[in-house]
């Protein structure tokens, strides 16, 4: 595993929609570790390949429960995502992003959604995630799709050192 180097703005790639994965491979899931391993040293909740200059469909999420934190975290894989459905409900939060360091914006987003994607092998699947969960998936997708929650955010501001959520 490498840690790779996580891209800024206003990098290019950050801009770009990113092509779908074809290949699940060795390589692929060399790239999903070295992403997982860049993702915790950051530290993030999730981090997509464009955000280490990637231009793949890719994105990686590790989250826990956010009632109780004694419950292990739970790391997703999820190539080539789609949201297929969301909720009409929605909710706003406070968002950062590893690639738009020092800055946070509120962010209103579908309060469930559920995600389409492949794992590492190409193995289909769907999720359906709510509140924090739903939040990062919906983040993380939008950087395949070129998107910064900068994009999405009423307002952007400094943060103070405890409330920057990066995600």
Known sequence: MTLREIKTFPNDVL???????E??????????????????EAPGVGL????????????VVEF??????????QLYVVANPEITSQSAETASG???CLSVPGVVGEVDRASVVTVKGQDAYGKKFKIRASGWLARIFQHEIDHVNGVLYTDRAENLWQPEDDEEESI
């Open 64 to 73: 826990g429960d956010e009632e109780d934190e004694a419950i292990p975290k």
């Open 23 to 40: 290949n699940f491979d060795d390589d692929l899931r060399s790239l999903v570790d070295d992403m997982v391993e860049t993702m915790r």
């Open 94 to 96: 406070i968002e950062g």
């Open 15 to 21: 801009r770009r929609k990113a092509k779908p994965v």
């Open 48 to 59: 997509a390949a464009p955000q280490i200059g990637i231009s793949k469909q890719l994105i």
